[in-house]
């Protein structure tokens, strides 16, 4: 097993993992890498780069208007448009994040969540405090994941439940028009998508 | 950020994803993963620079898992350009 650094214990990793812990170490100690880079693109792809379908849902509202209103009107639908539904995914209503709003998402209950559109749930997601003090205090749970909404813009937290699963629409962050549709999408979060970051 | 270098989502170089995210079966993976990445980067190189020594890993071992090969196409590639032996 290998903690944050990537030191294993000999005696219990097996041969892959030495191969991989040797090459790793012998090319930080060259200079070729940094240890902490490694350490970087490691959490990037496990943890930040987001689930593609919830992203490309994004992506195309934020490019096609029409397609954005059909969005609004019946998640479940456009996003079906795009190819993404199954179980879990009925039942979507998307939330517009805008000047004056921004949304989060929690399920008080259980953990609702919308598997076809963003994957697997986070373990925060699942975790009892969440689920607790979003609907209490959401700006101060906010604040500390790292999202600060501006005092004039008001926070809504909505409760998923198995009959309504929701997914944010964050704003689309300035600078992007002359991104393409992919490139767009690459810039979605699934914390964006939950609510609990903003682009 | 996500750096320069641009990983592919098909082809048979292309790591395994679920709904676009990776797909890391045990750290390892990971780590070889971000080694790969954080290599590439430092060198001034991308992705193209190491799909070669990743499909003659493919090739030669067509059963083995993908980041099986992707180890071996590690070592190679580091061999090859001189950075370990």
């Known amino acids: ?199 | 950020m996500i750096g320069t270098v641009r990983v592919p989502f098909e082809g048979p170089d292309a790591p395994p994803r679920s709904n676009g995210e990776l797909v890391f079966e045990a750290p390892w993976q990971g780590r070889a993963f971000g080694l790969c990445l954080a290599l590439l980067e430092h060198e001034g190189l991308g992705w193209e620079d190491f799909r070669l020594y990743l499909g003659a890993a493919i090739e030669r071992q067509p059963e083995a898992s993908y980041y099986l090969c992707f180890a071996d196409a590690l070592d190679a590639f580091s061999v090859a350009r001189g950075l370990a032996d």
């Open chain 1, 1 to 199: 097993m290998s903690d944050e650094h990537g030191h294993h214990h000999p005696a219990e990793a097996s041969p892959i993992e030495r191969r991989v812990q040797a090459l790793e170490d012998l090319l930080v100690e060259r200079g070729y890498v940094r240890r902490e880079d490694i350490d970087t693109f490691v959490q990037i792809y496990e943890h930040d780069i987001g689930p593609m379908n919830g992203a490309r849902v994004v992506a195309r509202a934020w490019v096609d208007a029409d397609y954005k209103a059909r969005l609004l009107a019946d998640g479940t639908a456009a996003i079906g448009e795009l190819g993404f539904g199954g179980p879990e995914g009925g039942f979507m209503v998307v939330l517009e994040n805008t000047d004056e709003v921004h949304n989060a998402v929690v399920c008080t209950l259980c953990s609702c969540y919308p598997w076809p559109v963003l994957g697997l749930p986070p373990d925060w997601y699942k975790s009892a405090p969440y689920r607790s003090r979003m609907v209490r205090a959401p700006r101060g749970v906010l604040r500390e994941m790292g999202c600060d909404v501006p005092d004039e813009v008001e926070v809504r937290v909505w409760d998923s439940s198995a009959e309504a699963r929701y997914l944010v629409l964050p704003q689309r962050p300035a600078g992007t028009d002359d991104l393409s549709e992919d490139e767009l999408a690459a810039l979605v979060t699934r914390d964006a998508m939950i609510g609990v970051a903003r682009l």
